[in-house]
């Protein structure tokens, strides 16, 4: 009987062109019958027995009619058990006395996204049983002119979201029985505890996006069923210290909540949500009461340092505390409260969306020192200033974005922050603007794949005096294109992979002085560069250089290998390097010079001072002689004492020695001083190396 009964209305609804479905719903407690009808329809209203028909109808939805407007001069529909109405999107501008006066069982009412701003103060007398009223995104600003509404005693929910001219305060509506209220993005200023008197019943309001400046303490005092209290994005707010008996759920997130946080009046909260505010401190036991707990989110605030009795406190039923993104300073009592973090698992529930390894715990130092942070105050101060310096702070850590949004900043210093090392799981930046940046005498131990990844137009890195050992990987620098100048003198590095600046065309100067372990074996190429003009390597550990160690560095110009321990340089060890003007060997452990000078068209300086016994290979001396007014043109031109003053010492060294005697040939002696004498110039010193040049080959 019942399925006939249901095709019987189908065919009779689908004549007239509606759409039906069968509604099965219960709201509030209230069951309707099994043969409650839902009609959705295009058709307006034209007369208010137009549903006659249909004495089983039980909602109506005649949304997105756009031109339908409630008549002014007449009820809208006559309808015994019509529950439900809603007329979203369409044009309704007014709720007049007698709209609703013949829907005597309406219980929900939906107007979304009208244009109503008017709603007659007995608009619902004839609608006793109205539980439900939701009216968002229309214009209203206080119902009516005198902001009063009456006959809605048993309302239970309110929802006005997205009327931005509604301030709760301008109406006096009596809701005895309202559970529910919602007015985000309205226009609501404050909250106390005369409005609030009127809703006693409430349990759950909701007014984030508002423009609410102050919530009185007391405010939610004698409301005994209230559970929940959503403020979020009240720019306004900067104090949320109020008491409640029964509130489980306080939500400011976003707001400009300062100073400390209390709650200490809020002894049935379960879950707190004060991020992205700026609370500087936590009251200490301040949760001591709050034996419920189970959630504290306190994300993105200016939290400097954790409370030591936080987690001593004895909060059972906790098992989320979020405290990410807060400008913790470096402590050695952050090693404790991590171990207890961990072990009670309390990253549970904070957000999902963020890499796991930003988390405090895992980038935070555990030791006494400093951390400059995104959300710190002095940051602005920067905004005028290109090149910031923060010498000897103890620097520990710092926030990758702390210049992202800062155009001003292209340079950073952090020289001599003795204790500063390079995060292993995050950059160490991120902007588009730094250009330079320098970290000399720290303690970076290594360079990371992350490191540089986000600062995409860096020229030049200086990281002189720190630990870093190996820069094994080719792609360290790969989102630096533009890098110009490297310094990594005074570390640790041991091994540099060949083609670590293989595809950087800027690259001009690399510093690796005092790198006492690098070297390269003879056979190997040493760096390939296309680019770089000046490579020094001073107090290195190189020994043999051959000619294929630096056939990778074609644009080379300038070469340091000062103060290593080279024995042996291949006659053609620079072969490749047909720019190459300056080169210094001094201080190294050479015994033979055989370099074919005359291939080196572009050469002006070289340094061989304090290779003490060094001698010319026999099969070059006349080739040298030849060139002796250009070597010594090439020597004078170098800072420390010359190659000629130390082959003068030698020569002297050896006049005083016991040699043994060799028989000279007169004609030969005197047709070498005849030669000689063409080259002779009238430097003393240089006199007596061509002498010293004549004894070696007489000595062959």
């Given amino acids: 009987l019942f399925l006939c009964t249901l095709q019987n209305y ?27 009808f839902c009609v959705f329809t295009n058709d307006p209203i034209t007369h208010p027995k137009m549903y006659a028909d249909y004495p089983n109808l039980w909602m109506l939805d005649m949304s997105n009619q756009t031109n339908f407007a409630f008549p002014q001069s007449r009820v809208l529909l006559t309808h015994i058990k019509l529950a439900r109405f809603h007329c979203n999107n369409c044009s309704v501008s007014s709720i007049y006395k007698q709209s609703f006066s013949m829907l005597p069982k309406l219980t929900h009412l939906e107007l979304d996204r009208n244009n109503l701003s008017y709603i007659d103060a007995d608009a619902f007398e004839k609608n006793p049983l109205l539980q439900r009223v939701q009216l968002v995104g229309n214009n209203l600003l206080k119902i009516n002119s005198e902001g009063i509404l009456r006959h809605v005693t048993f309302l239970s929910s309110l929802n006005l979201d997205w009327n931005p001219g509604f301030d709760i305060n301008q109406v006096q509506v009596e809701l005895p029985w309202l559970l529910y209220f919602s007015c985000k993005h309205c226009n609501t200023s404050f909250v106390d505890k005369s409005t609030m008197k009127r809703w006693q019943r409430l349990g759950y309001l909701y007014l984030s996006d508002n423009h609410i400046d102050r919530v009185d303490f007391d405010a939610f005092l004698d409301m005994p ?15 949320l210290t109020i008491q409640s008996k029964t509130l489980l759920t306080l939500s400011a997130e976003g707001c400009s909540l300062e100073g400390i946080l209390d709650t200490s009046n809020l002894k049935a909260l379960e879950l707190l949500n004060v991020r992205r505010n700026n609370i500087c401190n936590i009251y200490e036991r301040g949760f001591e009461k709050n034996n419920n707990i189970q959630k504290i989110l306190l994300d993105d605030n200016l939290i400097e340092k954790i409370p030591e009795k936080l987690l001593d406190i004895t909060l059972y039923k906790l098992d989320t505390l979020c405290i990410d993104r807060n400008p913790l300073q470096p402590s050695e009592l952050l090693e404790e409260f991590n171990t207890k973090y961990s072990s009670k698992r309390l990253r549970r529930g904070c957000l999902n969306d963020q890499n796991p390894t930003k988390a405090f715990e895992y980038i935070l130092p ?8 995104t ?19 103890a620097i520990l850590y710092i926030e990758e974005d702390y210049f992202s949004e800062n155009s001003r900043v292209s340079s950073v210093i952090l020289d001599h922050n003795s204790r500063y090392d390079f995060p292993k799981n995050q950059s160490f930046l991120k902007s588009k603007f730094i250009k330079h940046v320098s970290l000399v005498n720290c303690s970076i131990s290594g360079i990371y794949e992350q490191t540089f990844k986000k600062l995409p137009n860096l020229n030049s890195i200086n990281l002189k005096g720190n630990m ?3 820069l094994y990987s080719a792609t360290l620098f790969n989102h630096n294109p533009d890098l110009e100048s490297v310094n990594l003198a005074n570390n640790l590095v041991k091994l540099i992979a060949i083609n670590l600046f293989e595809h950087h065309q800027s690259l001009r100067y690399l510093n690796i002085n005092g790198n006492k372990h690098l070297s390269s074996k003879p056979g190997n190429l040493f760096l390939f560069s296309p680019s770089l003009e000046t490579l020094l390597c001073q107090f290195c550990n190189f020994v043999h250089i051959d000619s294929f160690m630096f056939q990778g560095l074609p644009n080379l110009k300038h070469l340091d290998l000062s103060y290593n321990k080279i024995t042996i340089l291949e006659k053609n060890a620079f072969s490749a390097m047909i720019h190459l003007k300056h080169v210094d060997l001094s201080n190294n452990h050479l015994t033979a010079l055989g370099l074919e000078l005359h291939l080196m068209k572009q050469l002006d300086t070289l340094c061989l001072s304090g290779n003490l016994k060094i001698t010319l290979e026999p099969e070059y001396v ?18 420390a004492s010359t190659f000629f003053q130390n082959i003068t010492e030698l020569f002297s060294f050896e006049n005083t020695t016991n040699k043994p005697e060799e028989k000279d040939d007169p004609i030969s002696y005197e047709n070498m001083i005849s030669s000689a004498s063409k080259v002779i110039f009238r430097s003393v010193q240089f006199t007596i190396i061509l002498v010293q040049i004549f004894y070696q080959w007489l000595g062959t």
């Fill in 366 to 373: 555990t030791q006494n020192g400093l951390a400059l942070y």
């Fill in 225 to 239: 069923r209230f559970k929940l209290l959503n403020v979020d994005r009240n720019r306004g707010l900067t104090n």
């Fill in 10 to 36: 189908w065919r009779m609804l689908n004549a007239q062109g509606l759409r039906i479905t069968l509604c099965a719903t219960i709201v509030f407690n209230i069951a309707y019958s099994e043969n409650s």
């Fill in 468 to 470: 870093i050992s190996s």
């Fill in 375 to 393: 959300k710190q105050g002095n940051v602005h101060v920067y905004q005028e200033i290109a090149k910031l310096e923060h010498h000897s702070q």
């Fill in 622 to 639: 006349e080739e040298m002689m030849k060139m002796a007014h250009k070597l010594r043109q090439l020597d004078t031109k170098c800072e």
